[in-house]
């Protein structure tokens, strides 16, 4: 199947850095999820993007669909506690429903 | 107006019982999903069900999982004679339609076999 490669795997910042994670794939997509899970929760979607080169914000999250439609990127500025959590990028293929999710982004925001 | 309610949010069992896992879609939405949560992983699909029919099992395993949706009360995820490595976290989502964007995810069932 497809496999999408998110890095780092972890990350531990301080609070009021910025960060910054992507994710990979070998396909092409039409679409790029970004999610974010929280401990004992289901993911809850953060950001979609639909074009190559789309570039989406929501809050201090800005998200990127890339030109080669290969990757996609998440960005967060001036990071806060509540920040902490696994962001997951996931994709669909087209007129798919299924969603395949990369293995995910470890973050830990140190106060 | 509940989101998507999943329960038990804990269920454990031991090597050779039945687990059954239930989901209640939000209100309005009749499509229904199943994704399973390894320990450091991803989300994976398992099956996609409308209202009492089945209509992706491609990521169920063949053996000892089943699903059904049917036309009252919740969808069932069931798992016979469940083994250690079923021990994951189980998502049910469910959407009004086709449209990813529109996917809600509930809590989650973590089952833990002994």
């Known amino acids: 199947g497809q496999q999408l490669n998110q890095s780092p795997q972890s990350m531990f910042i301080q609070e009021g850095e910025d960060v910054s994670m992507n994710c990979t794939s070998s396909?092409?997509?039409?679409?790029w999820l970004w999610y974010k899970q929280e401990p004992g929760e289901g993911p809850v979607l953060l950001i979609a993007l639909y074009k190559a080169g789309e570039l989406t914000s929501n809050g201090r999250l800005t998200a990127q669909f890339g030109i080669t439609r290969k990757d996609s990127f998440l960005n967060i500025s001036a990071s806060i506690p509540s920040d902490v959590g696994i962001y997951f990028c996931?994709?669909?293929?087209?007129?798919?429903?299924?969603?395949?999710f990369g293995k995910g982004t470890k973050l830990s925001v140190i106060p | 107006n509940a989101g998507v309610m999943q329960n038990p949010r804990h269920l454990v069992r031991r090597r050779g019982q039945e687990a059954r896992l239930r989901c209640s879609p939000m209100k309005g939405h009749s499509h229904v999903y199943w994704y399973r949560q390894l320990p450091e992983e991803g989300l994976k699909f398992m099956v996609y069900?409308?209202?009492?029919?089945?209509?992706?099992e491609s990521g169920m395993p063949k053996e000892r999982f089943s699903a059904e949706f049917p036309k009252e009360g919740p969808s069932i995820l069931r798992i016979q004679q469940v083994v250690r490595g079923d021990s994951a976290a189980y998502f049910c989502?469910?959407?009004?339609?086709?449209?990813?964007?529109?996917?809600?995810f509930g809590s989650g069932t973590q089952l833990s076999v002994l």
């Open positions: 989502a469910s959407s009004p339609g086709r449209n990813n964007e529109k996917l809600l």
């Open positions: 396909s092409i997509f039409n679409t």
């Open positions: 996931a994709h669909s293929g087209a007129g798919s429903y299924q969603l395949t």
């Open positions: 069900l409308q209202k009492e029919n089945i209509i992706d």
